[in-house]
């Protein structure tokens, strides 16, 4: 009988520490939000930090086909894109009839726009999963990548459609001119579409989502139709993505072609799967990284895209749960305390993944410059692309570093199969 | 009107053969593991690329012969160093891979010969006029891509329906497993299936160059309509593959050369009704709609027929 009760106090304890830690870490994401412009008020910060929190609302929206459903969409920057038209034409709109309509509800109607489409065009899309998803959502994307060339009254051409934020009514004397105010309001939305979409994931309906995912036939055997919970998710991500295009819309004050095109759609495909589909988290981590990287990189080198694609295809070969994937591989060994057998290893092994590193980046950066002849810049080593030194230190630095870098990852292997076996004896690793 | 239709047809022909070149591998490919290559069409650029700067070193015969092998190599090593390491993710990790890989390829084919357009030049033996039909000289050269498309397609169809590799190859698409208890590698099959497939695609992008603009983007615009094929077709079908490689190659060939719009069927709307959607539909001619006409027919024939043309797999 007291063993019962300690138990079941336990039990209580425990929920109430576990909702005081989940409650906690939503708590220190908001306060992180309102805090961070504080801290780093520099403009060029602040227009950082409001395209990481548009990214983050895409990638998060985009998890809920790819990560929930397990829908590969390549298209999926159509719901983006209509979502940013549509938040532009209705500010426009708003400011020549004069409506009552401040600029913080505008990335509602982004998200409707979004949402249209995919009710429109969803059901057909929707209908088989898999391959045939994706290579629809491929063709249904360049459709409309397309048409938004062809209806240029809606979509303004090449140019696209500006428009401006300061012109709609104030809310609480807020004009959001400045890129604070915005930042702002980004970070509401966001707050806001984490939330629900949080909140998503552990309705009915998103453990039926998780359920299509793995076995549709099952699905199908207690009653339910996985076209309609495809069809649903389908609308949900759509509607999210819009309010993503919508924010996106306000941040840039204007909307055109480029929104919904390829592009587009491979980087929000990079941001979640980089960061990993199968944690809530995991898409918000990939959104940072790109979007960091790609600010970051641009101005750097001219070959950013192809350290993009081959971070993509080291991710998918050998660690396709993402970053994410990576980081909760260690709390069971956490949990375990059997995390600093392997340490030791890992130290080892960042010497020669380091130099492995640099000679890819000497590599592509001297086939980059090589007509060009700009000196690469390596950790404020200076290298002529042109001179055979160069070549041989990438060579070196390739092949040596790849050598040695094999042998320290085996041990890391074989450290981790060791802390493993241990975590799992001690009951902390299924 | 006559001349326009000849025209068209036979170059909407040979697109629609170059298009089979490059479907045909996918379909193989597609229906003996699953996967969906989507660097296919990327191993037709580097085609292309490879042949121009083959043929800028040791002339466009070898160069014809020496990029598709090249890239076939290029294609095994793939298979072999990761699509079968990543087999054991699922075939979405696979088809992520190549995707990255697509990526991945457009980036290195546009750092080393920039974003601009090449001067792929037609060999100088097939730079002249076939025969002169209305009035219009008809190349040599495009003769000459038909003819080896189709010898292609011809020698394809013979070595899979009569010979004994055919026979593995057809066997392994089905029952793998069956084929691998009989004593074949079938890794070693998957491997070169690939490997041809990639050396196909090659081989149209060797001989689409010079005809075509060679240029960093060209896998980028070319990819989609090649899922269009196939999807058009039914997965996995390789007749339907045929047939829709042809009816996309002609269709759209016809697009471009059309002009007219419903402006100049109807005569112009009411100017005083101001621009809009409609106005937009009205006045496009149906050249400006031809590059999104094959994916209305993809959503047409998903309303359709949607396990495709010749599809028997719903999915």
Redesign the interface.
């Known amino acids: 009988m007291t063993t019962a009760t300690t138990s079941t106090s336990k039990v209580a304890a425990d929920s109430v520490g576990g909702s005081l830690r989940f409650y906690g870490i939503w708590l220190i994401g908001i306060f992180v939000l309102i805090v961070l412009p504080m801290i780093f008020s520099s403009g060029g910060s602040l227009t950082s930090f409001s395209l990481i929190g548009i990214a983050i609302v895409f990638a998060l929206s985009y998890n809920i086909l790819l990560g929930q459903t397990g829908l590969l969409s390549f298209g999926h920057a159509v719901h983006y894109g209509l979502g940013g038209f549509a938040a532009c034409h209705m500010m426009n709109a708003v400011v020549s009839h004069g409506w009552p309509i401040p600029l913080p509800f505008i990335p509602l109607f982004g998200g409707l726009g979004g949402l249209v489409f995919a009710m429109i065009i969803g059901w057909v899309m929707t209908k088989r999963a898999g391959t045939v998803f994706a290579m629809i959502s491929l063709g249904i994307g360049e459709l409309v990548a397309s048409s938004s060339l062809i209806l240029r009254s809606v979509f303004g051409g090449e140019s696209g459609i500006t428009t401006d934020r300061t012109a709609l009514p104030k809310l609480l004397g807020w004009s959001f001119g400045p890129q604070l105010q915005v930042y702002y309001l980004i970070a509401f939305w966001l707050v806001l579409s984490a939330i629900a979409m949080y909140a998503l994931t552990r309705t009915p309906l998103g453990r039926i989502c998780n359920a299509v995912r793995d076995n549709p036939e099952r699905v199908q055997f207690i009653g339910y139709d996985p076209h309609v919970v495809r069809y649903i998710a389908f609308c949900f991500a759509g509607f999210f993505a819009g309010i993503a295009g919508g924010l996106a819309a306000i941040n840039f004050e204007i909307a055109n072609s480029a929104y919904l095109g390829a592009i587009q759609s491979g980087l929000v495909l990079f941001s979640t799967f980089i960061g990993g589909t199968a944690y809530f988290f995991g898409p918000i981590l990939g959104a940072i990284l790109v979007t960091y990287l790609q600010l970051g990189l641009t101005n750097l080198t001219t070959a950013w895209q192809l350290y993009f694609g081959i971070i993509f295809i080291g991710i998918v070969m050998y660690a396709p749960g993402g970053i994410a994937g990576l980081l909760m591989m260690h709390r069971p060994l956490i949990r375990a305390g059997t995390l600093w057998t392997v340490i030791p290893s890992y130290l080892l092994a960042i010497v020669p993944t380091v130099a492995l590193a640099c000679g890819v980046i000497l590599t592509i950066e001297t086939v980059a410059r090589f007509s060009g002849g700009d000196p690469i810049n390596l950790f404020g080593i200076a290298f002529n692309p042109t001179s055979p030194v160069t070549w041989i230190a990438a060579a070196v630095l390739v092949v040596g570093g790849g050598f040695v870098a094999r042998l320290t990852w085996q041990r890391i292997a074989e450290a981790w199969d060791r802390a493993a076996t241990v975590a799992r004896d001690r009951g902390y690793l299924a | 009107m006559l001349e326009l239709i000849v025209i068209s047809t036979l170059n909407g022909v040979l697109f629609g053969m170059l298009l089979f070149l490059l479907s045909s591998g996918l379909t193989v490919i597609?229906s003996m593991m699953?996967v969906?290559n989507f660097a296919h069409a990327s191993f037709y650029m580097l085609g292309a690329f490879f042949g121009f700067q083959l043929t800028k070193w040791i002339g466009f015969w070898p160069a014809l012969v020496l990029a598709p092998l090249l890239v076939g190599a290029i294609g095994m090593a793939v298979e072999r160093y990761?699509l079968r390491?990543?087999h054991k993710?699922g075939?979405?990790?696979e088809?992520?891979?190549t995707?990255?890989?697509a990526?991945?390829i457009e980036?290195?084919v546009s750092?080393?010969w920039g974003k601009s357009p090449l001067d792929y030049r037609v060999p100088a033996l097939l730079d002249f006029p076939a025969f002169t039909i209305f009035s219009t000289n008809y190349p040599a050269y495009k003769i000459f891509m038909l003819a080896v498309s189709v010898i292609i397609f011809v020698a394809l169809l013979i070595v899979l329906k009569r010979t004994r590799v055919g026979l593995v190859v057809q066997a392994a698409l089905t029952h793998p497993h069956m084929v691998g208890h009989l004593g074949h590698n079938v890794g070693r099959v998957f491997m070169a299936v690939f490997g041809v497939g990639s050396a196909l695609a090659a081989l149209a992008g060797v001989i689409a160059g010079p005809a075509l603009v060679t240029q960093s983007d060209m896998a980028?615009s070319l990819g989609?309509i090649l899922?269009?094929v196939?999807?058009f077709g039914g997965?996995g079908s390789l007749p339907g593959a045929f047939i829709a490689s042809l009816v996309i190659g002609l269709v759209q060939t016809f697009a471009v050369a059309l002009d007219g719009s419903l402006a100049s069927a109807f005569g112009p709307l009411d100017p005083s009704a101001g621009?809009?959607?409609l106005?937009?539909?009205w006045n496009?001619t149906i050249a400006?709609?031809a590059?999104?006409v094959?994916?209305?027919l993809?959503?047409i024939i998903?309303?359709v027929r949607?396990m495709g043309l010749m599809g028997t797999r719903?999915?």
Do not use: K, R
């Open positions: 597609f699953g969906l990761g390491n990543t993710h075939h979405v990790a088809l992520l891979l995707f990255g890989l990526f991945a980036e290195i750092m080393i980028a989609p899922f269009v196939i999807v997965l621009p809009s959607v106005t937009d539909v496009v400006q709609v590059p999104i094959p994916y209305l993809l959503v998903l309303i949607p719903e999915s």
